[in-house]
């Protein structure tokens, strides 16, 4: 069975306020072919918000990289790099 890629969402206060409910739904926007090619889940606080000078709420983690500021576009098409399909 082949390694899926993780995907974890913020749920902590801030991101989820920030637009991380949005991204619950993020598996609805990917192309049906990388659906079984992910594992997409919601997890506490990644801990990104605490930096007030940095990168802003919502964060997901696709793989090893942070999005910052993260949409359902800016999610999917991360997704899509890391498993190579753009």
Same mark, same amino acid.
């Given at each position: 069975? @082949?390694? !899926?890629?993780?995907?974890?969402?913020?749920?902590?206060?801030?991101? =989820?306020?920030?637009?991380?409910?949005?991204?619950?739904? $993020?598996? @609805? =926007?990917? %192309?049906? @072919?990388?659906?079984? /090619?992910?594992? $997409? /889940?919601?997890?506490?606080?990644?801990? =990104?918000?605490?930096?007030?000078?940095? %990168? /802003?709420?919502?964060?997901?983690?696709?793989?090893? /990289?942070? $999005?910052?500021?993260?949409?359902?576009?800016?999610?999917?098409?991360? $997704? !899509?790099?890391?498993?190579? @399909?753009?």
């Amino acid at each position: 069975m @082949e390694k !899926k890629l993780e995907v974890r969402i913020c749920t902590g206060t801030l991101c =989820y306020v920030m637009g991380g409910a949005d991204l619950q739904v $993020i598996d @609805e =926007y990917l %192309p049906e @072919e990388l659906l079984d /090619k992910v594992d $997409i /889940k919601g997890t506490p606080c990644l801990d =990104y918000c605490n930096n007030c000078d940095g %990168p /802003k709420a919502p964060f997901v983690k696709v793989g090893d /990289k942070v $999005i910052s500021e993260a949409s359902i576009e800016k999610v999917v098409t991360a $997704i !899509k790099e890391a498993l190579g @399909e753009e």
